[in-house]
C-alpha cells in the first residue's frame, strides 16, 4: 500500500508546488509604454489646403486610381503578385510567426521518449560472487517530462517580444509594397513626361525643317548667304538629337517598371502616350494620424515594443529557474518481463537552479538590452519626424511647383508671340538668322521647361501620398 500512495503523493506536492509558482510569479521588467513623439497641430505647409476630418473622411487603399490611368491601375495590381521584394519581405514575417511559435512553445513541457538495451560487466572488486562478476543485460523503456516553470516571466516577455517583432514585419510587408507602388508610379509618370517632350521635339524638328527649306529657298534666290542655311541645319540637327536621347531615358524608365512588376524588361512594352492628367485636390488628415497610418512609423514602434520585453529576458536572467521533471517508463533486465508491472519504473522531482558568479556577463546583457531599447527609441522618433518632414517638403514643392508652373505658362506665351514676329523680321529681312535661331532656342527651353514642372507636380503628388502613408482621405 505504501508503494501505491508514493506516486499519489509526490505528484500532489509537486502539483501544488506548481500552482505555487503559477500563483506567486511575478514578470521581471518595464511594461511597454509607448514613447512620447513629437505631434505638431498642423502642418506648416498645409496653408490653402483643405484639412479633412478623420471622422469625415475614408482612407483609399489604392490611391493610384485617383490619376484616372487605366494601364497605370494595371501595373499597380502587379506588384503586389510579382514584386520580389515584396515577396522576399512576405518570407521574413513568415520567420517572425515562426519565431512566435517556438516562443509560446516554451510554455508546454517537453516530452521524449528514450528505449535502450544495455549489456554492462561490474567491477570484480565489487562483487561477492565467487565465480567473478556476471555480465547483465538491461532494457529500458521510458518517457521523459521536462517542464520549466515561468516565475519570473521569461518565457512572457521572450513571446511578447517576438510578437512585436511579428507585428513590426507586417508593417514592414506594407511599407515594401507602397514603396514599390509609389516608386512604379513615379516612373510611369516619367516615362510619360518623356513621351511628352518626345512629342514637342518631333513637332519643333517639323517646325524647324520647314524653317530649312525657307532658307535654303531665300539663299538660291540670293537673299541671304550660305551661313544662314548652316545655321538653320545645325538647329534642326541639335534639336533631333535632343529626341533621339529621350529614348535612353524612356528605356530606362520602361525597364524599371519592368523591374517593379517582377517581369524581364524583354517582356514590357509600354506604347507612347501623352500624359494628361490633372493632379487631385489633397485634403490632408490632422498630422497625427501620421503616426497612425505610415507602415515605417508603425514598425519602428512595434520593434520599440519588443526591445523593451527583452530587457525583461534579460532581467530574469538573475532569477533563478525552477525546473520540474517526471519519468515513467519500464526496466528489467530480461526483455520478455519488460512490461511486466513489477518492471515499472517512475520518479518525481524538481530542481532550482541558480547562476552565483558569471563575471558580470548577465549585468552586461542587461545593459545592452537598455541600450537597444533606448536606441529603438530614437529610431522611432526619428521616424515621425521624418515623416512630418515629408508631408512639408511635398506639400512645399507642390504649392512652389504651382506657383512656378503659372509663371512659366505666362514666359511661355511672350516666348511664343517674340517667336512670330522673330519670324515675319526675318522674312522682311530686319533680323539675322542667328536671331532667330536664338528667340526658337528660348520658346523651345520654355516649352521643355513647362512640361517638365508638369511632371514634377505629378511626381510630388505621389511622393505626398507616400508621405501620408500610402491612403488617400476624400470625403464621403
Known amino acids: 500500500m505504501t508503494y501505491n500512495h508514493k506516486p499519489s503523493l509526490v505528484l500532489a506536492l509537486t502539483m501544488s508546488l506548481i500552482a505555487g509558482c503559477m500563483i506567486s510569479s511575478c514578470t521581471v521588467g518595464p511594461d511597454y509604454v509607448k514613447p512620447e513623439t513629437v505631434r505638431p497641430a498642423a502642418f506648416k505647409e498645409a496653408a490653402g489646403w483643405k484639412v479633412a476630418e478623420p471622422k469625415d473622411d475614408v482612407i483609399r487603399e489604392k490611391w493610384w486610381e485617383l490619376f484616372n490611368d487605366a494601364l497605370l491601375n494595371e501595373l499597380e495590381e502587379q506588384v503586389e503578385i510579382s514584386n520580389q521584394n515584396i515577396v522576399a519581405v512576405k518570407a521574413r514575417f513568415r520567420q517572425a510567426q515562426a519565431l512566435v511559435a517556438s516562443s509560446r512553445s516554451a510554455y508546454l513541457p517537453v516530452i521524449t521518449g528514450n528505449a535502450s538495451k544495455m549489456r554492462n560487466q561490474p567491477s570484480g572488486n565489487s562483487t561477492n560472487s565467487i565465480n567473478g562478476p556476471a555480465i547483465r543485460d538491461t532494457n529500458a523503456l521510458s518517457l521523459n517530462l521536462s517542464w520549466e516553470a515561468d516565475v519570473w516571466g521569461r518565457v512572457g516577455r521572450t513571446v511578447e517580444a517576438s510578437q512585436a517583432s511579428a507585428e513590426a514585419s507586417v508593417s514592414d510587408i506594407a511599407a515594401a509594397r507602397l514603396s514599390a507602388q509609389a516608386e512604379l508610379a513615379q516612373n510611369y509618370f516619367s516615362l510619360r513626361i518623356a513621351d511628352n517632350q518626345k512629342k514637342l521635339l518631333d513637332e519643333t524638328v517639323t517646325a524647324y525643317q520647314k524653317s530649312l527649306e525657307l532658307t535654303q529657298n531665300r539663299y538660291k534666290a540670293g537673299v541671304v548667304g550660305k551661313a544662314d542655311v548652316v545655321q538653320a541645319e545645325t538647329l534642326l540637327k541639335s534639336t533631333q538629337a535632343q529626341a533621339v536621347d529621350l529614348g535612353v531615358q524612356r528605356a530606362q524608365f520602361e525597364h524599371a517598371i519592368a523591374l517593379l512588376i517582377g517581369k524581364a524588361p524583354s517582356d514590357v512594352v509600354i506604347k507612347p502616350a501623352l500624359l494628361n492628367i490633372a493632379i487631385p485636390d489633397v ?194
Open 283 to 476: 485634403p490632408l488628415s490632422l498630422p497625427s494620424e501620421l503616426l497612425e497610418r505610415r507602415p515605417d512609423i508603425v514598425a519602428a514602434e512595434r520593434r520599440v515594443a519588443s526591445a523593451n520585453a527583452e530587457i525583461g529576458v534579460a532581467k530574469a536572467a538573475f532569477f533563478p529557474s525552477l525546473t520540474l521533471s517526471a519519468l515513467a517508463g519500464f526496466q528489467s533486465n530480461n526483455l520478455s518481463d519488460l512490461l511486466s508491472i513489477p518492471s515499472r519504473i517512475w520518479s518525481l522531482g524538481s530542481a532550482l537552479a541558480m547562476t552565483a558568479f558569471d563575471g558580470g556577463k548577465r549585468s552586461a546583457l542587461s545593459d545592452q538590452a537598455i541600450a537597444v531599447y533606448d536606441e529603438n527609441v530614437a529610431t522611432y522618433r526619428q521616424t515621425v519626424l521624418t515623416g512630418f518632414k515629408e508631408v512639408e517638403d511635398s506639400l512645399a514643392a507642390l504649392r512652389v511647383l504651382q506657383e512656378e508652373q503659372k509663371l512659366q505658362s505666362e514666359s511661355l506665351e511672350a516666348a511664343r508671340l517674340s517667336q512670330t514676329y522673330a519670324t515675319n523680321q526675318y522674312k522682311a529681312g530686319v533680323v539675322t538668322y542667328l536671331d532667330v535661331i536664338t528667340v526658337y532656342n528660348t520658346a523651345l527651353n520654355n516649352e521643355r521647361t513647362l512640361i517638365n514642372l508638369q511632371g514634377n507636380q505629378m511626381l510630388n503628388s505621389v511622393l505626398l501620398i507616400k508621405a501620408l502613408g500610402g491612403g488617400w482621405v476624400v470625403n464621403k
